[in-house]
């Protein structure tokens, strides 16, 4: 069992930055994948970032945030973040981290918000 407590969401500028965490309760970290979705108001939850361990460890961003947002992780804090630069009105939504040890994200945070006024 994986317990995930994300946390850094909260009100910003458009232009501003956010520095998000995730903290996962368990001692099998390095193995997991994780990532970030978000969910906007009357929109599906979408991928946002993910870094994944398998075969060889990589990255991967939607499109809409290319450039602007960073995934990284520390192991030895069963940490991963996600740094959100140059933010846009569009980044409005509720961040959540997501681990999974095989093909599903099968553990979930409850979410952080994140606001971003223009």
């Known amino acids: 069992q994986v317990q995930l407590v994300e946390s850094g969401g909260g009100l910003v500028q458009a232009g501003g930055s956010l520095k998000l965490s995730c903290v996962a309760h368990?001692?099998?970290?390095?193995?997991?994948?994780m990532a970030w979705f978000r969910q906007a108001p009357g929109k599906e939850r979408e991928l946002v970032a993910r870094s994944v361990i398998r075969p060889s460890g990589s990255t991967y961003y939607a499109d809409s945030v290319k450039g602007r947002f960073t995934i990284s992780r520390e192991d030895a804090k069963n940490t991963v973040y996600l740094q959100m630069n140059d933010l846009k009105p569009e980044d409005t939504a509720v961040y959540s981290c997501a681990a999974r040890e095989t093909y599903q994200w099968s553990y979930w945070g409850p979410g952080t918000r994140v606001t971003v006024s223009s």
């Open positions: 368990t001692r099998t970290f390095s193995r997991l994948d």
